[in-house]
């Protein structure tokens, strides 16, 4: 299919309005950062055909919808996951309760909420949030929760497409809490047969925890077989 394109200061990208699908990755070449394509929409086929393809939206309010698919990727094998000591002396004596889809408006809502340093802002619009929760409702999208005297206090989310599993965003209003509740989720996960979480970017944190980064032709050769696999 043909795609129409903007012209961007360091390269050119894809646009996807109306139901024009999502260009090949090697287009990402055309922008270095990996911004594949600009427009469309956050209906539930049109971010499943984009999970499966190993691209996700990222935009901030009052831009159009952006679509990435960065090359390195940050990913975590859960097999590999790192617990530190101090961390595990939190899980082995945390006064907190672990739940899996209780709250997940809640989760995503909270993410929307969390200041994050170097942004003035959050990614996670209405918009979003009120497009993973259908998500949710479909089956493709779970939320880990921290739990303290019945209150909620941390957790996580993403989505997941067969035994494959996209980490989105976290939040804690008590320390440690969503690390604990990133734990717990891969260590279910794990249970279920994912085989790989993908974080999209490099951070310390993330390494911490014994994720790293391949590359997108690597990427997409094992998400291809983990979403079918299920």
């Not at 990913?75 to 672990?98: A, C, D, H, M, Q």
């Not at 909270?110 to 918009?127: E, K, L």
Request: aromatic share 10%; net charge neutral.
């Amino acid at each position: 299919m043909s795609h129409a394109y903007y012209q961007l200061p360091n390269g050119r990208v894809a646009s996807i309005d109306g139901n024009c699908e999502f260009p090949s990755l090697s287009d990402a070449l055309l922008e270095p950062n990996g911004l594949i394509a600009i427009g469309g929409d956050l209906s539930l086929a049109r971010l499943l055909a984009a999970y499966q393809q190993g691209i996700f939206p990222w935009f901030s309010e009052g831009e159009p919808i952006l679509w990435w698919s960065p090359n390195p990727r940050m990913v975590l094998y859960p097999k590999e996951l790192k617990i530190s000591r101090s961390l595990g002396k939190t899980l082995k004596n945390t006064p907190f309760e672990i739940r899996f889809n209780t709250a997940f408006r809640a989760v995503i809502t909270a993410c929307s909420n969390t200041a994050r340093d170097g942004q003035p802002g959050t990614w996670i619009t209405q918009d979003i949030i009120d497009a993973y929760c259908v998500l949710f409702d479909a089956g493709h999208a779970v939320s880990a929760e921290t739990w303290l005297d019945n209150t909620l206090v941390g957790g996580c989310y993403g989505v997941k497409i067969g035994n494959m599993f996209y980490g989105e965003s976290m939040f804690h209003h008590k320390t440690d809490a969503s690390k604990v509740a990133f734990v717990k989720l891969v260590q279910k996960l794990e249970k279920e047969g994912v085989g790989l979480i993908d974080c999209q970017m490099k951070t310390a944190h993330l390494n911490s925890l014994g994720a790293h980064e391949i590359s997108r032709d690597d990427f997409k050769k094992q998400l291809s077989i983990l979403i079918k696999s299920a």
